[in-house]
């Protein structure tokens, strides 16, 4: 089993809808929770972190699900600019790396 | 203006032929961190940095080899490249050591290496 596992789409969405993704995780232990946004091969740019308390930050909802071992992201009034790789990325405790899952592709179609 | 530079962008060489990629940071950061990308398998850890002189190693470090002689730089090296590491390398940094923390990563602009 994956360490960081997501389903890698593609997610194709006409402009406005809502939609979200979710990301599995296998060790317990992990402390920090990322979601990353990569264009076309490009670098990866920081969307948000995951706090364990969900946290929001315009049209993007992040929520943590310990118990189950999940994080999810949920886009609302979706973008054509929203189209992109989304990447899970989490650090175990008590180490210094970070996994990155295989990312979630999104098309925003007009 | 804060960001991560890697050079070269593009390489293509030859099997056995020695390089090095350079990765440079100007925001004072701890933390460094090469990646390769390959379709299908996402972004995996080859090295990490948590400061100076201070390296280990990631989940894919074979036929890898890092140094970390300065705070800024962290340069990728393969001595004897074969094939199969023909991939996208990104670097990247964080202001701290602790990636237990918070941390945004900022990423280079990725170096597309062809081994032949």
């Known amino acids: 089993r994956k360490e960081v596992e997501q389903d890698p789409g593609p997610f194709n969405v006409p402009e406005g809808a809502t939609v979200a993704f979710n990301c599995t995780y296998s060790n317990s232990a992990s402390q920090s929770f990322f979601w990353y946004r990569q264009d076309c091969r490009k670098e990866p740019k920081l969307l948000m972190s995951?706090?364990?308390s969900g946290n929001e930050d315009g049209r993007f909802t992040a929520q943590l699900n310990r118990a189950s071992q999940y994080i999810s992201l949920l886009i609302r009034d979706s973008k054509l600019s929203d189209s992109a790789t989304y990447l899970c990325v989490v650090s175990p405790s008590g180490t210094y790396k970070y996994i990155f899952g295989t990312g979630t592709r999104l098309k925003v179609l007009a | 203006e804060a960001q991560v530079t890697q050079n070269p962008r593009y390489l293509i060489t030859v099997t056995g032929k020695k390089l090095t990629v350079t990765c440079s940071q100007n925001?004072?950061?701890?933390?460094m961190s090469w990646y390769r990308q390959d379709p299908g398998l996402g972004l995996r850890q080859i090295y990490y940095?948590?400061?100076?002189?201070?390296?280990d190693k990631g989940d894919v470090p074979e036929g890898y080899k890092v140094s970390r002689k300065e705070k800024r730089n962290f340069p990728l090296i393969l001595e004897s490249p074969s094939p199969n590491q023909t991939s996208l390398y990104f670097c990247a940094s964080s202001l701290t050591r602790f990636a237990g923390g918070q941390n945004e990563q900022f990423f280079g602009p990725g170096t597309r290496l062809t081994v032949l």
């Open positions: 925001m004072n950061h701890e933390y």
């Open positions: 940095s948590m400061n100076v002189e201070v390296t």
């Open positions: 995951v706090y364990s």
